[in-house]
């Protein structure tokens, strides 16, 4: 396992990130049980949470493996998020420092802990202004109840005006910055990627695997079936079906992908998980699973380097469709001349 800096902070953090979306769902407490202790057995030391997982499920069976487990627990970064409706009252939902002071608090109880690592907004509020949120996030860290905060979710201009805002306050600054990233899904990169290298934020990718496309387990035409998310929800955002089927660049990287792997005798999905390491900002990338098997096959690619040949050859076939200005040829090579 590889350790890196957890964005501009000074905390250490393994390249993989154990997202737990999964645990209280898809893997019952006694499955999440042994994926935690699998990740921590190979290295693993950063686990990624939220509030809204399973409705609390998740923050609760991970809160018991840290009380059962005391001496891993204190090698583990923890983060989770808060921002989405945990009940039914007309503020219980958003960023404002009432719904957050009452979403960190029951985030402690559920994890068992006197403080969170890394708090993140789950994603934009337009209705709080900013300066409340950015206040109410200064004050939990000196109050101790977290280390660090984040955001997911973000566009570039709002993550831009969050880090000036806290600045010009002097208050504690943003740290990462967790967004949706992957071989398929590049389009961050126009704006999100160099907003936060001008930061200096970590990025934290989830669905790094593009909800199982670039895991090889999906074929040209041939709808999914069965209890696959696609299968149960075919119109699902970004990864519906029928659109991305449809999109001849997605067969292009998959095959890119696939050849890849082949040539060196891994999986696709340790190829993928390993492209999006080497990315420019990347401090961890969030990995799922449903079992343990999964886990572990995607944990080979922490140790995954890929030759400059093969990362050329990914980064060229997934490249984003960019033709108007300004993220067209002259928006390239500007980016190029910036080192990005």
């Not at 990740?39 to 009380?67: H, P």
Request: proline share 4%; net charge negative; charged share 20%.
């Amino acid at each position: 396992m590889q350790y890196r800096m957890l964005g501009n902070s000074g905390t250490i953090v393994s390249a993989q990130c154990l997202g737990t979306m999964t645990f209280g769902a898809e893997a019952d407490e006694q499955t999440s049980a042994e994926i935690m202790t699998a990740f921590v057995e190979r290295g693993g030391t950063f686990v990624d949470t939220a509030d809204v997982y399973s409705r609390g499920g998740s923050e609760e069976i991970l809160g018991r493996w840290l009380t059962s487990h005391p001496t891993d627990a204190r090698q583990l970064v923890v983060a989770t998020k808060g921002r989405f409706p945990m009940g039914d009252g007309p503020n219980d939902v958003g960023l404002s420092r009432r719904h957050l002071r009452e979403a960190l608090d029951a985030s402690l109880r559920r994890l068992g802990v006197e403080h969170i690592d890394l708090y993140q907004m789950h994603a934009w509020d337009a209705l709080t202004p900013l300066e409340e949120t950015l206040g109410f996030l200064d004050e939990a860290v000196v109050a101790g109840k977290i280390s660090y905060y984040g955001f997911s979710n973000y566009l570039g201009w709002q993550l831009t005006k969050a880090v000036h805002v806290a600045r010009s306050h002097h208050w504690s600054s943003p740290v990462t910055l967790q967004p949706q990233y992957n071989l398929l899904v590049r389009d961050i990169e126009h704006e999100v990627v160099p907003a936060a290298l001008d930061a200096g934020l970590g990025l934290l990718p989830w669905s790094p695997l593009a909800g199982g496309w670039l895991s090889g387990k999906y074929e040209r035409d041939v709808p999914p079936q069965g209890a696959t998310r696609l299968g149960e929800n075919p119109a699902r955002g970004m990864e519906a079906w029928e659109a991305r089927n449809a999109d001849d660049r997605t067969w292009r990287v998959i095959d890119a992908v696939r050849e890849v792997a082949d040539a060196r005798e891994v999986t696709m999905s340790q190829v993928a998980l390993a492209w999006l390491a080497s990315r420019p900002a990347v401090s961890s990338v969030i990995i799922g699973a449903r079992t343990t098997e999964q886990l572990g096959d995607n944990m080979v690619a922490a140790d995954l380097l890929l030759t400059d040949d093969e990362l050329e050859r990914l980064t060229v076939v997934s490249a984003p469709r960019v033709d108007d200005y300004p993220y067209g040829t002259a928006g390239v090579a500007q980016r190029h001349r910036s080192g990005f």
